[in-house]
T-cell receptor, first 113, second 112 residues
Framework: DAGITQSPRYKITETGRQVTLMCHQT?????MFWYRQDLGHGLRLIYY???????DKGEVPDGYVVSRSKTENFPLTLESATRSQTSVYFC????????????FGSGTQLSVL | KNQVEQSPQSLIILEGKNCTLQ??????????LRWYKQDTGRGPVSLTI?????NTKSNGRYTATLDADTKQSSLHITASQLSDSASYIC???????????FGTGTSLTVIP
């Protein structure tokens, strides 16, 4: 969807390097999420944010750090990348009202060598 | 444990044929259930939403059903098109609607 963009689209890095994945949304949605998608698993929640300066862990937060200083941005940082973090990462956002759907970005395909 | 299971894992059908995808869940308390379509290399896009009181909802050639008693949902695709080739993901929201549980998806391939 045009309102939520992720960058980069593809990233190759080496183990131990720090990597930051960017996510930007233009709807002023309250909630933003980071998921990873791996074969054989459904989308798994890494971190989410209910508003600026409010973040919380999801199902698989280890090795990741997030921040949300502005409503529209929600970067995800891998502080020291490991091969197990090779995955496709999706950012999503939604309005605060209960039942509202998630809007997903196009994903970042990350390979850690 | 809150879980969402989908079947079949993959499906190949001829263009113009119908198909039905299944979703069973154990999420409780239930808030709503959505079906998402994910094209290759893209993020998922919502197709339909079902709340507790709804049995059927249509979106063009897509019809979703929900049986809240048996905790089952299905997505029926009518007169399939090549563009229907995608992964279809069932997502169930819990309670307040802020916790989402994702199925692993059904990969649908429509062939001419």
């Amino acid at each position: 969807d045009a309102g939520i963009t992720q960058s980069p689209r593809y990233k190759i890095t080496e183990t131990g390097r720090q990597v930051t994945l960017m996510c930007h949304q233009t709807w002023s949605h309250s909630y933003m999420f980071w998921y990873r998608q791996d074969l054989g698993h459904g989308l798994r929640l890494i971190y989410y944010s209910a508003a600026a300066d409010i973040t919380d862990k999801g199902e698989v937060p280890d090795g990741y750090v997030v921040s949300r200083s502005k409503t529209e941005n929600f970067p995800l940082t891998l502080e020291s990348a490991t091969r197990s973090q090779t995955s496709v990462y999706f950012c999503a956002s939604r309005d605060y009202r209960v039942g509202e759907k998630l809007f997903f970005g196009s994903g970042t395909q990350l390979s850690v060598l | 444990k809150n879980q969402v299971e989908q079947s079949p894992q993959s499906l190949i059908i001829l263009e113009g044929k119908n198909c039905t995808l299944q979703c069973n869940y154990t999420v409780s308390p239930f808030s709503n259930l959505r079906w998402y379509k994910q094209d290759t290399g893209r993020g998922p896009v919502s197709l339909t939403i079902m709340t507790f009181s709804e049995n059927t909802k249509s979106n063009g050639r897509y019809t979703a059903t929900l049986d809240a008693d048996t905790k089952q949902s299905s997505l029926h695709i009518t007169a399939s098109q090549l563009s229907d080739s995608a992964s279809y993901i069932c997502v169930v929201s819990e309670g307040s609607g802020n916790q989402f549980y994702f199925g692993t998806g059904t990969s649908l391939t429509v062939i001419p």
